[in-house]
């Protein structure tokens, strides 16, 4: 009886890793947008911040006697293993599916950037301002609040949250920022709009957004909407030192590991990573309604 050993996998594997890591990498919204720290020595990744010194007026010939004491803040983000499994059996492999090998790595880079990506539009809900609120319709508004609540942070909570912020919303979100801009008159079949022939043209010829007040406005369909039909989206520090970190160990690999009784292969497709926000008075939440179009 011919067995499928790990030898004969060699082809088989890198098409399905291949396939994964591709799908992580046009498919991730968020993470490209946080900060992403690599773990070092030890099972957590602490990233201090401080606290800020008061400067005085002196008295000439005084002597100066008050001092500043250096006070931090630890952010601590420990890592965890996440994976999910996908079975390849023997009959595949055998019949050499280029197809099906394919589709296991799109599953499995599917799966684990949705995990991701969720965890990461989690730390939105932690945010210190909330905006909007349930039943509220999003509005251009909201969205030039918020740059503004992070441009005018105050110093004892950090400061300004630095350049760029970045805006990410539903889906459902983004059409009511779109009729906005493009109101249509159906009975006349034209579309008029106060915000100028070119912006309007744009929103209709490409139906995006694009930017706002300088800030790129990302849709993100991970974006859970909940029984109201209300959901969290936001606008935060994106990048190095920004509000929200991505911390991993590991970053996902696929090992096999064979089931002779499936006459199959079990591939584990295994990462590990951490979350959390650097400073939540960097992050502005968007609290609105998120109803389905009909």
């Known amino acids: ?38 773990k070092g020595k030890g099972s957590t990744i602490n990233v201090p911040y401080f606290g800020e010194f008061t400067a005085a007026a002196l008295t000439e010939g005084v ?28 009959s595949v492999i055998e019949d050499d599916n ?29 945010a210190a301002t909330s905006l909007g609120g349930t039943g509220n319709t999003l509005t251009m508004g909201h969205i030039a609040a918020a740059r503004a609540t992070l441009a005018g942070n105050i110093t004892a909570n950090g400061g300004p949250a630095p350049m760029p912020y970045v805006c990410v ?23 008029v709009s106060s915000y100028g022939g070119g912006f309007a043209d744009e929103v209709l010829a490409r139906y ?33 030192r920004g509000g929200i970190i991505f911390g991993f160990a590991r970053m996902p690999t696929i090992e096999a590991e064979r089931d002779a009784s499936l006459r199959g292969w079990e591939l584990n497709y295994v990462g590990r990573y951490g979350v959390g926000e650097f400073r939540s008075q960097w992050i502005v939440e968007l609290y609105h309604n998120a109803t389905a179009p009909a």
Not at 75 to 88: A, C, D, R, S
Request: aromatic share 4%; charged share 20%.
């Open 169 to 191: 919303i539903h889906p459902f979100g983004e059409l009511d920022l779109v009729d906005v801009v493009t109101p249509v008159l159906s009975a006349a079949g034209t579309s």
């Open 1 to 38: 009886m011919a067995i499928t050993t790990t030898a004969e996998l060699g082809d088989t594997i890198p098409t399905i890793l291949e396939e994964a890591q591709f799908t992580r990498q046009f498919k991730a919204v968020m993470q490209p947008l946080c900060w992403t720290i690599r």
């Open 208 to 240: 995006s957004i694009g930017r706002l007040f300088g800030i790129p406005i990302v849709i993100d369909g991970n974006i859970a909407v909940d029984s109201s039909s209300d959901c969290k989206g936001g606008v935060f520090a994106s990048g190095k």
């Open 98 to 126: 280029e197809d099906l090998k394919r589709a296991m790595g799109v599953l499995l880079g599917d799966g684990y950037e949705k995990k991701v990506d969720i965890d990461l539009l989690g730390q939105l809900g932690d």
């Open 63 to 90: 002597d100066m006697t008050g001092s500043q004491t250096m006070v931090d803040t630890n952010v601590q983000i420990t890592p965890v293993e996440v994976g999910l499994k996908g079975i390849l059996t023997d």
